[in-house]
């Protein structure tokens, strides 16, 4: 094999490597959104709620979404980072 098919093929490795990064990143920040729409919806629900079991259930929801949030928000960091 030459040295041009070699580098191509590396290239090519390197590049599908790289895509492959960008896809999952897109499918963090998809995943993030909805939970920042959720997040919100429960939000409002626990302002208006009046039963205080259920606004100690609400706001554990609204803990829990908001540590994945940060979660995701860390798994970003380390993929751009890493680039």
């Known amino acids: 094999m030459n040295k041009v098919k070699l580098l191509t093929r590396l290239q090519e490795f390197f590049n599908a490597d790289e895509k492959q990064k960008r896809e999952k990143a897109e499918e963090i920040k998809d995943v993030i959104e909805k939970l920042k729409t959720k997040q919100l919806k429960i ?7 009046q039963d205080e079991q259920m606004k100690k259930a609400l706001q554990m929801e609204v803990d829990i979404i908001k540590a994945q949030i940060e979660k995701g928000n860390d798994v970003l960091k380390e993929l751009y980072s890493n680039s």
């Open 43 to 49: 939000t409002r629900m626990l302002s208006e709620c």
